[in-house]
């Protein structure tokens, strides 16, 4: 069994033997990244990728229902959420629901890239004007994109759009800059101002449980400090990369792969995350229950 006792050393190599293995396209289906690999224009593909990321919960074949839905609707999503007007974009998704995320929300949210792409151009954009050169990590540049993507609407109403300020550990959001700042055979990158070894983890189960059995947190929540606890964490395993081995861990854990020295214990504290339960303090009923969001891999 590989403990933190056992070295960063023996920890990097198996972590290297990981991502070699299972860090290939192959392996990407039926993660929600492979809806970006439909877009050649950079434009389109960072408003794909955040439309894919903010429907990452829920089983799998509903996640890829629904950001079919989505995205089939938009075509080009660039020129849709720029000459689209409000009110038809309202109206387009207002039958949508995604488990508990209903149309008007989804609507909110295109609205809300509409709004920051008029004012900076791009989502890329917007997310580096939050970001500057002496900040450790990527945090106020989630913060950024989420204000304004938000808009006078705080977000208070919105499951799809998880906020940094709550002290969500924001795994979708933090999956989304993953997908848009790393470039490898499974991550398509295009976000080159920003250097991986700024980001976060996105904190699901699996990358939690692994901060337990690797001794990078003891914390109960797996919320944002948990998120930046295990990254850090990471961080010392590879400075440069400390996400490098995300796709890899979650890919070989859902895949119910035994991974020595990274085994997930079904007893630990679990990994709901606290966007989940800001999320849920907007719903009633039914729509109150339990979410996990450890398959929007």
Known sequence: MLRKRTGSVAIRNRLNDLYARYNRREFVHPDPIEFLYRYENSLDREIAGLVASSLAFGRVAQIHRSVSRVLDRMEEPAAFVRETPPRSIRKIFAGFRHRYATGMEMAE???????????????????????GEEDETVLP??????????????????????????????????????????????????????????????????????????????????????????????????????VRYDFAITRSAIGQTRVSGLEHHAGEPGGSEQEDQDERKNRSGDDRRRTTDAIGR
């Open 109 to 131: 949210l295109l609205l809300g890239i509409r709004r920051a792409v008029r004012e900076h151009g791009s989502l890329r954009a917007c997310f580096v004007s939050g970001i």
């Open 141 to 242: 540049g989630l913060n950024a994109l989420a204000e304004n993507l938000v808009g006078d609407s705080g977000g208070e109403c919105n499951s799809l759009l998880p906020l940094p300020r709550r002290g969500s550990a924001c795994k979708r959001l933090n999956l989304y800059l993953r997908w848009m700042v790393r470039h490898d055979e499974v991550d398509p990158g295009g976000w080159d101002e920003v250097p991986p070894s700024r980001l976060i983890i996105p904190l699901d189960i699996h990358m939690y449980r692994a901060g337990l059995e690797l001794g990078f947190t003891r914390r109960k929540s797996a919320d944002l400090k948990t998120a930046l606890e295990v990254t850090e964490g990471f961080r010392r395993i590879c400075l440069e990369d400390p």
